[in-house]
């Protein structure tokens, strides 16, 4: 079975930007998540779907960031206007269903780098 | 809030040499506590979940293992393609759309050496 697809894997842009992340979820799978990694904080949580409908963006830094699920498959996380401090690793993770303790799988990221 | 504390934060060990990681928390009402594995360059991998005081996971040469404050992870025997980084999340009970979260510790990074 195919993992959680995550595109680009690397992006390089000049601050100020429109940034575009695209993940694609594994098949079946109905809850979506997305992440930010970074040295200084480790792995936080910025949003979270489940069939379809976004449930929690309270982790989501600032308006500039925005993220969406245009059908039950596959999502997009965009930064307008993006900033140094946006740099890091962005993970999108999939799991089957959040109310049974369902493992989340982890796509391998897209590392973001705001010049 | 739910708290993950883990250590040593990095661990060098010779080929064959057994250890532990810890993964010290706090947490309301645990849901769920995980294991991930995370190469460079690369996103988290599943390893186990346990979900309750005295229970024990293994995964050939892992094994996790959880009390009520903290879980480890015994690595019997590693070989240099255990060197990794080592991620504990929980998962706390809630009402709503809070139960999902999961809270991550910052890592153990294991290195193996030949």
């Known amino acids: 079975d195919a993992g959680v697809i995550q595109s680009p894997r690397h992006e390089v842009t000049e601050m100020g930007q429109e940034v575009t992340l695209r993940c694609k979820l594994i098949?079946?799978?109905?809850?979506l998540f997305w992440y930010r990694q970074t040295m200084m904080r480790g792995l936080e949580l910025l949003i979270y779907f489940n069939n379809n409908v976004p449930i929690d963006d309270s982790g989501m830094p600032e308006d500039r960031f925005s993220a969406k699920m245009p059908n039950a498959s596959f999502s997009t996380l965009k930064i307008q206007p993006s900033e140094p401090r946006d740099s890091a690793v962005y993970f999108c993770?999939?799991?089957?269903?959040?109310?049974?303790?369902?493992?989340?799988?982890f796509g391998d990221g897209t590392r973001l780098s705001i010049l | 809030e739910d708290q993950v504390t883990q250590s040593p934060e990095a661990l060098r060990l010779q080929e064959g040499e057994s250890s532990s990681l810890n993964c010290s928390y706090t947490?309301?009402?645990?849901?769920?506590l995980f294991w991930y594995r995370q190469d460079p360059g690369k996103g988290p991998e599943f390893l186990f979940t346990l979900y309750s005081a005295g229970e024990e996971k293994e995964k050939e040469r892992l094994k996790a293992t959880l009390t009520k404050k903290e879980s480890f992870l015994h690595i019997t025997a590693p070989k240099p393609e255990d060197s990794a980084t080592y991620l504990c999340?929980?998962?706390?009970w809630g009402s709503g759309a809070g139960s999902y979260q999961l809270t991550f510790g910052k890592g153990t990074k294991l290195s193996v050496i030949p």
């Open positions: 999340a929980v998962q706390a």
């Open positions: 098949s079946g799978h109905n809850s």
């Open positions: 947490v309301s009402g645990l849901r769920g």
């Open positions: 993770a999939s799991s089957l269903d959040d109310r049974d303790q369902q493992p989340q799988h």
